[in-house]
């Protein structure tokens, strides 16, 4: 093992900075470690540089320290650090060693050229006697101290006195998808990430991917994960979408039940993402008076986002950085944003997961479902995240069953649905036929009313019969003591839907009488549970076929959700319902005077518990080129730039 000098042999293109070999960044800011001021303790919380035109964070947690030589030392200046690349040991010749680093440049969005400034090879039995290496051009100085401990391979700085510290990227949040950034203390808990970055919106950290390996034990080893900010991560606080609400109470002391899963899989969590307030279903512009809505990256970036899952529909769709967004969806609300921003999207099974420290909407319809572009890294999640209550089986249906579908091509997006059906129905060798629920349902319960009287109520008549002891009053109670009697702001949309609850003599009770009535047949009729296929159908229904919803309209005033309709047969039913993208279809925009593209999406149901065999099903699909990835970008098929940001470069990393 040699602990040596770096070397100082002049590079033949940079002779001019003789033994200043190693060029340096410095810190934007540098906050002292363990020094005493007026008896204080300060301690960092971590340090951003520049390097080259992209901004990075230095988590405050040493990782390493290698011994350099005192030559070393005396060449670097305190205060700045030098970007380096460890590579796995091994026995590397230079034209290897260029071939693994520009694997680290494809794969990778935190690394670039500028961390070959150095190369540590980690482990002992290189041979590489050089003191430089000659990588992409770039004459790279071989460090030859030892590190004290094992470094990943990848990007990293270290100090003048060879420290050594992780390179996490930062990316601004362009299109207001996050309520705040978050950085693991390693503790368990979790902090707002002290950085800022150019692009009026916050800066959100992410770590370099080399440094992850997946396991076994931790299959999302390095997967960036946005949560929806109903949930509880402890340490931050939360807003449920109400900005009286996140000042009100302090930070959560625990981490809600499908973020702990997902942290114990090995998931980074990058910050808390945008929701409506309380959950509620709210249109941009006018229902958002405490938030604004997120930015739907699609098309012209000026259709609505759809909700409550706001941030983690425009985010997951947004950017390229970002893997996979936590919602939740009571109505609609993982299903809604995954459609419009052309996303794989689940509202699983009810109760699959619990949901402690997470704001209820209504128990009896609440689920926590994820969003993705990649349905591998998706289904991964999906499988930390409800453990051992989802069972993935591979046997599947050969009857589908449609709700809604078009049976003639007289648009691009119908066209994209009759192929896409063709194509299921050839994959399962199955037989597809339209349903019409309703119809149906008269004919087999004729003495009872149509669905669209018996459940026309039973939604709103839950989300705010059951929200309001549980989320409104506590808070209402808590704030008045507070302030000397005083009301918090809420949203017109949740106000309205409490108010309007308030005023029915309707109960829970008869709205659950009537949700188990359609259950009861449905589980019998519709998607009944089988031995063999888990599920004796898998119901299809069109999920959106790239229609517009500016978000620049003035609208109706708020009213409560009535009615039955697609949309709500999963919560009912407790089955479960995932979005999946297949294509998208033009129209002329209003805003752009221009052809844009909005996504187009299937949903499939199966029966209740079934998941495992959807999830299945969804990856079979995908290995068969019937299903593709959705990429960031303004189109989920071809990705590209968002429009309102086109040519920002490095702040908007488009790469997939
Ligand atoms: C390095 O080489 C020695 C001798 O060949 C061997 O015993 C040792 O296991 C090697 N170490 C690594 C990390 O490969
Ligand atoms: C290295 O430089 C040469 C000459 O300028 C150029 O042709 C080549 O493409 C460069 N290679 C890389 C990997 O940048
Ligand atoms: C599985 O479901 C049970 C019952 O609802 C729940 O107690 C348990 O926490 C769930 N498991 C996971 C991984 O959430
Ligand atoms: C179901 O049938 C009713 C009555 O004929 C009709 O109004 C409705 O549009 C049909 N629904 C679908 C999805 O075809
Ligand atoms: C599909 O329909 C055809 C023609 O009615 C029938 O022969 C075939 O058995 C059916 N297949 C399945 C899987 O039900
Ligand atoms: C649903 O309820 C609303 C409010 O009571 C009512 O105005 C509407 O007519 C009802 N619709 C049906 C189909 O019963
Ligand atoms: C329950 O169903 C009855 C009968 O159709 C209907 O009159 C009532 O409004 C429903 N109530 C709720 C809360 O769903
Ligand atoms: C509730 O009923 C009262 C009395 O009829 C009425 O004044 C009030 O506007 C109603 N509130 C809502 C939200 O409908
Ligand atoms: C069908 O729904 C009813 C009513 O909710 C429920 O009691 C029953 O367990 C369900 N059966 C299955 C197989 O899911
Ligand atoms: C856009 O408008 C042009 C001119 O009116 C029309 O020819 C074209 O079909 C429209 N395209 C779409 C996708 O609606
Ligand atoms: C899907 O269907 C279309 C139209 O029938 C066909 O051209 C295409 O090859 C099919 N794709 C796959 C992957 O089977």
Redesign the pocket.
Known sequence: MSIGPIPTIPNPQKSATACMRLRSVSSAAIFCCCCYVVGAVVTSTGITVSLGDVSYFLPPKVVASISLSEDVKRMLVSGTFVPFTVVKGGDYSAAELASVTAKYLEEDDVFQEGFLEGLYLQGENHTLSTSQVQIQNISASVITGQASQTLNPGPYFMSAAGEVYEAWRLYSDTNGAFTESAIANGDGSYSVLPAGILGQRIAIAVPSRLYYAKTEEKPLAGVRIGIKDLYDVKGLRTSNGNRAWYWLYPPADATATPVQNLIDAGAIIVGKMVMSQFANGETATADWVDYHESFNPRGDGYQDTSSSSSGGGAGTGAYAWLDVSLGSDTGGSVRGPSQVQGLYGNRPSHGLVSLEHTMPMSPVLDTAGLMARDPILWIAAAKAMYGSNMTFSTAYPTKITTLGWPTSADSIADSLLVDFLANVTSFLKANATAFNMSTTWIEENPTVDPLEALLNITYPILIAKQQMPLVRDPFYRDYAAKYDGRRPFVDPVPLVRWGWAENSTATVEEAVAN???F??W???TVL??DAETCSNSLLMYVGSIGDTIYRNVYRDEPGPPYGFGEWSVSGF??APDFVVPIGEAPYNSSITHHVEYLPVTVDFMV???CDGMLFSLIESLYEAGILKKALAGRSGITGGDILFRRGVGVWGDMRE
Request: no cysteine.
């Open positions: 949700k188990t009535m259950m009861s449905f589980n019998s009944v549970p039913s407790e029966a209740k518990g």
